[in-house]
């Protein structure tokens, strides 16, 4: 394809085509073709950008999760941002508040979590080892963690102040408690079924007003090929002097680095610390430090003098150390020793800090032959990862230049042409649930022109490209196949409509009769069913949507029943009576149903306290949404 373009522009031809390419160099300079496209806002919180790009980083997290067509609406996208945007306001309210967590809160939420300890000790190596696997620096992480726990304070404030009074909790209880004297009377559906008569054009007009009910929409089969750092990677065959190389060439990777238990002890300056209070800490840490090191039981200095109440009672103790978990100098210091070593009097921003090493573990290099299969797995990694990129560019050209097959790019490369099922625009499984393959093969240049698509990035270093073997036009099923359903449908409908429009009738003549029983004697399809007096909560005893409606009729006044109407959905319809309302005691209420009530009513409030504080920072806040950039 590529000679044949060259053959092609010559002449008068050829220069056309010059002149089209060297205007926009000369208006706009080569630097604008090979930058990446400019930043494109969708919204701003109080000078805070939201990009396109943020917004698709986090419509991403749902896709495998929601139908993939979803992801595409305006609704969707807007509900994604509103929850970036109520995210920035909290952060913004979170700095202008004023909170904060001291390295020794953040140390205490680290080591406590479970996933960075073993036999129930937080250890260092596999913090760091959890740490590294995940892409994540010590600091970019124990920042978000900071950062959370931050927004966790706010939240939970909020969240956490819900105030109910002994009235509402005393109301709320009662009306949990209340019991309703109901009768119902029913008609059923089933019963009118049986009676309904349809015609043959009655079966006709409804499957024309019903299309779409029986259309099977346009499908295709597609063929396609993969190109992965992961598949290349597998192909690769490392030799000992590539393994030994790498083992060289990255030790500290192998090499367990040295574990070291800390205690330490603080005595306390605060910020506005006056030169002599300064003198007097530093005197009492310096005797501190000299009584360690003269053999004096550390832990009982902790608990005696220690100004830190998180770790004092447990002699000092820090647990296993961390980088970054302490303030810079104090860490520095404590690696300088070995076990049983103490620290001079060092100065942080808290006050002085005598540590001691009371544990240590020395770091400890692996052997060859224990990481021989990470080594392997690391060097068929880096060559796949290596050979990947140089196929890539093979790849492109070929699946591009012979658009007319995928067997030459797959012939080339190694790679295995598969076959997909059938699928919908609406995607379907494995691969083609990825709304970006869904969207290729329904392109007009793969579906209609019948070219290989372009390459798609479907991962992280992976690419597919694909083309349409099969296509399927929507069809409608045929008015013989789907008859039988067509009448249970259109019966099933009019018998619903015959049973609204009984109920209905019956509802009118009890308000004038004032007797429900009465007024529904005569109807052949309803029952009457007598009062029965029902809980809330007595679901097992009567339909839910009876027993709704029933709880929230009016009360009955003058000795009148207090009537009501319900749709059963397809099972019919339902009037309701209510003839006496008994209300209930906060004390008739079994403990453990009161304490739920009251957790959820104060949960309610609280709930109530954050929606509007966050209504409160939107309308305080410079939102602007840029509609056409979603």
């Not at 008068?12 to 000369?26: E, K, L, R, S, Y």
């Not at 597609?222 to 083992?247: G, H, N, Q």
Request: glycine share 6%; no cysteine.
């Amino acid at each position: 394809m590529l000679s044949t373009i060259r053959e092609k522009i010559q002449g008068i031809f050829a220069t056309v085509i010059i002149a089209m390419i060297v205007i926009p160099f000369a208006l706009w300079g080569v630097n604008q073709y090979f930058e990446g496209d400019s930043k494109v806002t969708v919204a701003e919180v109080n000078g805070t950008e939201i990009s396109h790009d943020d917004l698709q980083r986090q419509l991403d997290r749902y896709r495998g999760r929601v139908n993939p067509k979803m992801l595409e609406t305006p609704f969707f996208k807007q509900q994604i941002l509103h929850q970036m945007i109520q995210r920035i306001l909290l952060q913004q309210a979170v700095q202008n508040g004023g909170y904060g967590v001291s390295r020794e809160q953040l140390g205490a939420l680290i080591r406590a979590m479970p996933e960075f300890q073993v036999d129930g000790t937080f250890n260092s190596a596999r913090y760091e080892d959890l740490l590294r696997r995940s892409g994540q620096t010590y600091q970019g992480f124990e920042d978000s963690m900071r950062h959370q726990k931050m927004l966790d304070q706010l939240i939970s404030g909020l969240k956490g102040s819900g105030f109910v009074t002994k009235q509402d909790e005393d109301r709320v209880l009662a009306l949990a408690q209340q019991r309703r004297r109901i009768a119902v009377v029913t008609v059923s559906v089933d019963q009118l079924e049986n009676g309904i008569k349809v015609s043959e054009k009655d079966l006709e007009d409804y499957y024309q007003a019903h299309q779409d009910q029986y259309r099977v929409p346009e499908q295709v089969r597609i063929a396609y090929i993969e190109l992965s750092a992961k598949s290349v990677a597998a192909t690769i065959k490392p030799t000992e002097a590539d393994l030994k190389a790498t083992y060289e060439s990255e030790k500290s990777r192998f090499m367990t680095p040295p574990e070291r238990r800390v205690s330490h002890i603080l005595i306390p300056l605060s910020d506005s610390a006056s030169p002599a209070d300064v003198q007097k800490a530093l005197k009492k840490a310096q005797d501190i430090a000299r009584q360690a090191k003269a053999g004096a039981n550390f832990a009982s200095l902790a608990r005696k003098y220690s100004g830190d109440s998180s770790t004092a009672s447990r002699g000092g103790d820090l647990g296993t150390l961390s980088p970054g978990l302490l303030p810079k100098n104090l860490e520095a210091a404590i690696e300088t020793l070995k076990q049983g070593g103490v620290t001079a009097p060092i100065r942080t921003r808290f006050g002085y800090h005598v540590a001691k090493v009371t544990q240590y573990k020395a770091g400890k290099l692996k052997s060859y032959a224990q990481v021989r299969q990470q080594l392997i797995a690391l060097v068929k990694k880096e060559k796949g990862t290596r050979r990947y990129y140089d196929e890539v560019e093979k790849f492109n050209n070929i699946v591009y230049e012979q658009s007319d097959s995928l067997e030459p790019a797959a012939k080339a490369l190694g790679l295995k042409v598969h076959t997909s099922d059938w699928f919908a625009r609406t995607g379907g499984k494995g691969i083609t649930a990825n709304p970006k393959v869904t969207g290729a093969a329904f392109s007009s240049d793969v579906l209609l022109d019948k070219h290989n698509s372009d390459s798609l990035e479907i991962g992280k270093d992976s690419l597919l490209a694909l083309r349409v073997v099969d296509h399927k036009a929507a069809t409608v099923k045929p008015f013989a196949s789907v008859r039988k359903e067509i009448v249970a449908n259109l019966r099933k409908d009019r018998a619903q409509q015959e049973a609204t429009r009984l109920g209905s009738e019956i509802l009118t003549r009890a308000r004038k009769s004032g007797s429900l029983e009465q007024a529904a004697r005569g109807v052949a399809a309803a029952r009457y069913h007598k009062p029965v007096v029902l809980t809330r909560y007595d679901t097992k005893a009567t339909d839910p949507a009876v027993l709704q409606a029933a709880f929230a009729a009016p009360r009955p006044r003058d000795k009148k029943e207090s009537l009501v109407n319900a749709s059963l959905k397809d099972k019919g319809y339902a009037v309701i009576a209510v003839t006496a309302v008994m209300d209930g005691k906060a004390s008739d209420l079994d403990k453990k149903k009161a304490k739920e009530l009251q957790n959820a009513l104060q949960a309610r409030r609280g709930d109530d306290y954050f929606n509007d504080f966050i209504s409160g920072l939107r309308k305080q806040a410079k939102i602007e949404i840029h509609e056409k950039a979603l």
